[in-house]
């Protein structure tokens, strides 16, 4: 019988190549590590920012300041509950109606602005209009606007 051999290289030769990938394999992972964990952090933010609460609040701030502008009279009314907004002949009544924040244009019909309101208080203090709005979810939502004449 005839022993054969096999046609590979001698054990010694390789003998720090799999620690030698081990450790660069550490190394690559030790440095990917905390990209992943700003990622992480960014997107729970950027999910946060996606909240619809916060989204449609954005959408009620941008939309009311245009009533806010060249205005020809602007008074409380319902005891802090709305106001009430008179710009170009028409009148706009911006108040709490239910668990929403409704637009009523003359007193008639309705338009939804904001949903999911447990309390809101308007006031005017000189040029300004503030707005404190309780959700349903607990969160305060605060905001002012400058009121400009025409």
């Not at 096999?6 to 905390?34: H, Q, R, T, W």
């Not at 802090?80 to 109606?97: M, N």
């Amino acid at each position: 019988m005839h022993r054969v051999k096999p046609k590979c290289a001698k054990a010694g030769s390789e003998g720090g190549f799999i620690y030698f990938n081990a450790l660069l394999d550490l190394v690559l992972v030790a440095a990917v590590m905390p990209l992943i964990v700003i990622f992480y952090m960014y997107s729970a933010s950027y999910m946060e920012d996606l909240d619809a609460g916060k989204v449609e609040w954005r959408l009620f701030a941008a939309e009311l300041q245009s009533y806010l502008t060249a205005v020809d009279s602007i008074e409380i009314i319902n005891g802090g509950t709305g106001f009430r907004v008179i710009k170009g002949g028409t009148e706009y009544d911006i108040e709490v109606y239910n668990s929403l924040i409704r637009k009523q244009k003359f007193n008639e019909g309705h338009e939804i602005m904001v949903t999911n309101i447990i309390k809101c208080n308007f006031s005017i203090e000189g040029q300004v209009l503030k707005i404190t709005a309780i959700r349903s979810n607990g969160t305060e939502e605060r905001s002012e606007y400058a009121i400009t004449g025409p």
